[in-house]
């Protein structure tokens, strides 16, 4: 697939899944970049700002198998990635597979399940496959994970560790409509006459292979690979930071810039790709330090600082190498 065709398909997308999250686009914008990446979203925001609607569109769109998994108190693990019953006709054990076992999966409240059931997506999220009983299954490709998380509600929660947040390449907030979008949203409503709405799907999943495999074609130059480096490490000396951007998250930064150039139609990175990617690939990975949280000192400001503060590669160095 070529990168005009891919920019023409994400826009596409984009356009069905805005039919029903209106007011959204660049959230959206940075979802579909995930999964073009090969990556997973967690989505951090209120109750009802349509995180499970937009994971569910997504996958129409996308012409994608879609598994719901709502996390609970009592969720084992076995009821994510299924187990082996007794066939009792044929007298032998069976695989019956859980919902994990589809292309987009959307982990519903996913800090209310126990650490031991967060920890069953630990391995499908990392390696596209899962163990049970000794044997190792693999995952349909292509293969994403939406979680969604309530910021308020921390009564009977279990916070994810930092490892598993390590796991999603960016994290994103939503955030409440304007007045106009929310009012449009009115208006589509009565207009469509239902509640429920079956988006048509925009390709299928050997065509999202495709794209991501187009994605992979995108060139860096040099420079520009340094300034991701020196974003991360800015984070890891900043003074509100304990712990900064790992190399995982600076290899987060290089998939999300490459990404967002092909939704550009462009085969080259530019600096505004790397700015546009910081937050929603940095922020989730760092931790203020413990006397600084009274004062309210949120991840995202501490990246958009350090994006603020390093110097970008002058222009001239990397567009005559990127031509």
């Known amino acids: 697939m070529t990168l005009n065709e ?45 995180k499970t609607l937009a994971a569910r569109s997504f996958a129409q769109a996308l012409g994608l198998s879609f598994k719901r998994i709502q996390f609970t108190p009592d969720l084992l693990p076995t009821d994510i990635l299924g187990t082996y019953v007794l066939h009792r006709e044929r007298g032998e054990f069976e695989l019956r597979r859980g919902p994990i076992f589809a292309q987009l999966i959307l982990a519903d409240e996913i800090n209310r399940a126990t650490p031991r059931t967060q920890s069953a997506l630990l391995e499908a999220m990392q390696e596209r496959q899962v163990s049970l009983e000794g044997q190792t299954l693999m995952l349909p490709q292509p293969f994403a994970v939406v979680a969604t998380q309530n910021p308020i509600e921390y009564e009977g929660t279990f916070p994810l560790p930092e490892a598993q947040i390590d796991r999603f390449l960016i994290r994103v907030r939503l955030g409440y409509p304007g007045t106009e979008a929310e009012v449009e949203m009115l208006e589509r409503r009565i207009a469509r006459r239902v509640e429920q709405v079956t988006l048509e799907p925009v390709c299928d999943a050997d065509e999202l292979l495709s794209m991501q495999a187009a994605v992979e074609d995108v060139r860096v130059d040099r420079d520009l690979l340094q300034y991701m480096t020196q974003l991360s490490e800015a984070t890891r000396e900043h003074a509100s930071v304990e712990v900064g951007a790992s190399p995982r998250g600076t290899l987060a930064l290089l998939s999300l810039s490459r990404a967002r150039a092909a939704m550009e ?49 002058k222009a001239e160095r990397w567009t005559a190498r990127a031509g």
Not at 14 to 42: C, I
């Open 265 to 313: 139609a462009r085969d080259y990175v530019i600096p505004d790709d790397i700015k546009q990617a910081a937050v929603p690939a940095l922020a989730h990975r760092l931790i203020i330090r413990p006397e600084l949280w009274q004062r309210e000192i949120k991840p995202e400001e501490v990246v958009a600082r350090v994006v603020d503060s390093v110097a970008v590669p």
């Open 6 to 50: 891919l920019a023409e398909r994400s826009q596409a997308v984009l356009d069905q899944v805005e039919r029903l999250v209106v007011g959204k686009s660049e959230p959206l914008r940075l979802v579909l970049m995930a999964v073009l990446a090969g990556g997973h979203v967690l989505l951090e925001d209120y109750p009802g700002l349509a």
